[in-house]
């Protein structure tokens, strides 16, 4: 079993930058693909972003790639998204996820953390 918790969201402007951090309980934290997905108002959950146990592959949904950062630091069972260049349509509860399945962790992962409210403002 595995427990997220995840921090940094906020208010910041258009154009601006935010890193979540998703902090993850248990010893077997490197085992698992980690995730980002986002949720924003009348909208369905979508993915965000998704990192490989070692970090060395990663995925982006179109509408953040080249923007958005995902990375992993399994020393400190951590799991970041780095967010640049945020745009008011980027507003939305972030939520951190993982599973032990890297095709699974992109689509219906079974491990949730409680969501951080990220507002970008025009």
């Known amino acids: 079993q595995v427990q997220l918790v995840e921090s940094g969201g906020g208010l910041v402007q258009a154009g601006g930058s935010l890193r979540l951090s998703c902090a993850a309980s248990?010893?077997?934290?490197?085992?698992?693909?980690m995730g980002w997905f986002r949720q924003a108002p009348g909208k369905e959950r979508e993915f965000v972003a998704a990192?490989?146990?070692?970090?060395?592959?990663?995925y982006y949904a179109d509408s953040v790639k080249g923007r958005f950062t995902i990375s992993r630091d399994n020393a400190k069972n951590t799991v970041y998204l780095q967010m640049n260049s945020l745009k008011p349509e980027d507003t939305a509860v972030y939520y951190c996820?993982?599973?032990?399945?890297?095709?699974?962790?992109?689509?219906?992962?079974?491990?949730w953390g409680q969501g951080t409210q990220v507002t970008v403002s025009s």
């Open positions: 990192v490989s146990w070692s970090g060395g592959t990663t």
């Open positions: 996820a993982a599973d032990l399945n890297l095709i699974l962790v992109r689509t219906t992962p079974s491990h």
């Open positions: 248990g010893r077997t934290f490197s085992r698992y693909g």
